[in-house]
């Protein structure tokens, strides 16, 4: 895969910024060059694409609750969030960074380009479609995350209390948004020649990474719209989804601190050591020889590996921090890249459309390559074959086959294990008995910030902001 500078894209952006829209006439006192009144497309581009994924790759949605959701890492103090201590302060700033920095940002980006006279034929159309595919993605994680949601009138100065759409709705917006999109594709010819920093502009990668995400938004709704699911599903197949390692979509951190991945520079720049690996993904790994474990994990000081009981109290996770595994140190590491989708993921969502008759083949098959996939992204690919043989598949439990393993493929991808572990129930969590909640949350509760500034519509889907049990359309097992 080639490799784009993240640091020298949003370096050229913050430049643009401030000084691009200067006049030439530089004694032009009416102008002022830190309030620029126009910024390029493509550096609004780099900037929804950064923010989107470092926000699900971020402490505070990744490391600090879906991932402790999922109990692939617990809190070694402060274990507020593992107990699952959440209310409408807690993610305030995430809801703000989907709308304000990647939705709007996007959205601007969208109308330059189509007022833009001198982007034509299917440069533009292309453009526009990779814009597309990316909102899309940011509304797909917050529906996920909250439910209910602005779509249809967000980001709209018309709309200054948008109403909130159904997931449902919304649901069928994305799909219907993707489809629009991939359709309009030309992968003969040209996008962004700067300002993508997933593909570099590479119509053909995005073609397939559109096709992956409406593969899984549409299984994700299977079990409340099988119809549909099968629809969008069979046309996801249709478009050519990411079909091995080499075509993952990765966003690839910087070296610089700055730019560096969310969860190195809460480790080594800020100094926190907050996290552990849990009991249950160390005892997991073992039992079923998992070599992905040196990967996952470190060891302790004591030379083993040793998971934290997952939901403790503070001094009781404490008491335990100094003898526990903290995460492996190249999982931190500043240009360790967030997941956006691979071909793991794309295999284990065809071998269940075969379990749900979406598609014909062999599932068995599916979940092999799902798994080889997944072993090799890793460094393991030449121990798949004893992996697997160790580890086969079982039809007649297969929600619990592939729930398991995608489990343990979303390691380090907290949302999407999340979803999935919401969706399929597997693997199998205990709710600790120091939680403050009775259930696993299943939604994030809505930020104070809604509330306040935009109360009368979201007292239209909820009369509870802090709400963490209440499942979410999708998720009816």
């Not at 480790?267 to 990967?295: M, S």
């Not at 996952?296 to 997952?310: D, F, I, R, V």
Request: net charge negative.
């Amino acid at each position: 895969m080639r490799k784009f500078s993240l640091y020298k894209a949003i370096s050229v952006f913050a430049v643009v910024f401030i000084f691009g829209c200067a006049s030439d006439d530089l004694l032009d006192i009416n102008i002022d060059p830190n309030n620029p009144t126009a910024v390029p497309a493509a550096n609004l581009v780099t900037q929804g694409e950064y923010s989107l994924y470092n926000t699900l790759h971020s402490r505070a949605y990744n490391a600090e609750m879906s991932m402790l959701m999922v109990q692939h890492w617990a809190q070694n103090e402060y274990a507020e969030e593992s107990r699952y201590n959440l209310n409408a302060n807690t993610f305030d700033g995430t809801w703000t960074s989907f709308y304000a920095s990647v939705i709007n940002e996007l959205a601007v980006a969208k109308r330059l380009i189509n007022e833009n006279p001198d982007i034509a034929g299917s440069t533009k159309t292309n453009q526009i479609a990779i814009i597309d595919i990316l909102i899309a993605d940011a509304y797909h994680s917050l529906t996920d995350g909250w439910g209910a949601i602005p779509y249809s009138q967000a980001i709209n100065p018309e709309f200054p209390n948008p109403q909130y759409d159904s997931q449902a709705d919304v649901y069928d917006g994305i799909l219907s948004s993707l489809d629009a999109a991939l359709s309009s594709l030309d992968v003969s010819g040209i996008s962004f020649v700067g300002g993508d920093i997933i593909f570099g502009g590479d119509v053909a990668a995005w073609k397939r990474l559109g096709a992956s995400i409406m593969m899984r938004a549409a299984m994700r709704i299977s079990d409340v719209d099988a119809a549909t699911a099968s629809e969008y599903f069979n046309k996801g197949v249709s478009y050519g989804p990411i079909l091995s390692n080499d075509q993952n979509a990765l966003l690839v951190f910087d070296a610089d601190p700055n730019l560096a991945n969310p969860l190195y520079i809460d480790n080594a720049i800020n100094n926190r050591d907050d996290f552990a690996v849990t009991d249950v993904l160390i005892t997991t790994l073992q039992d079923k020889n998992d070599p992905r474990l040196e990967a996952y994990a470190g060891l302790t000081n004591s030379g083993e590996y040793k998971g934290m009981p997952y939901g403790l109290t503070d001094a009781e996770a404490f008491a335990l921090k100094s003898t526990t595994s903290r995460p492996a140190t190249d999982v931190r590491a500043a240009t360790a890249p967030h997941v956006i989708f691979d071909y793991a993921e794309v295999a284990f969502l065809m071998a269940e459309a075969v379990e749900r008759g979406i598609i014909t083949g062999d599932a068995a098959d599916w979940y092999a390559q799902g798994v080889t996939a997944s072993l090799a992204y890793w460094g393991y690919a030449d121990q798949a074959a004893d992996y697997i043989a160790a580890n086969a598949y079982d039809a007649a439990n297969w929600k619990q086959s592939i729930g398991e393993q995608k489990w343990l493929a979303f390691y380090m991808n907290g949302p999407q294990a999340w979803a999935e572990w919401r969706r399929l129930d597997y693997p199998q969590l205990s709710v600790p008995a120091a939680a403050v909640n009775s259930v696993i949350p299943v939604r994030l509760p809505y930020p104070i910030s809604e509330d306040t500034r935009n109360g009368s519509s979201l007292s239209e889907v909820t009369s509870n902001i802090n709400d963490l049990n209440t499942k979410l359309w999708w998720d009816v097992n």
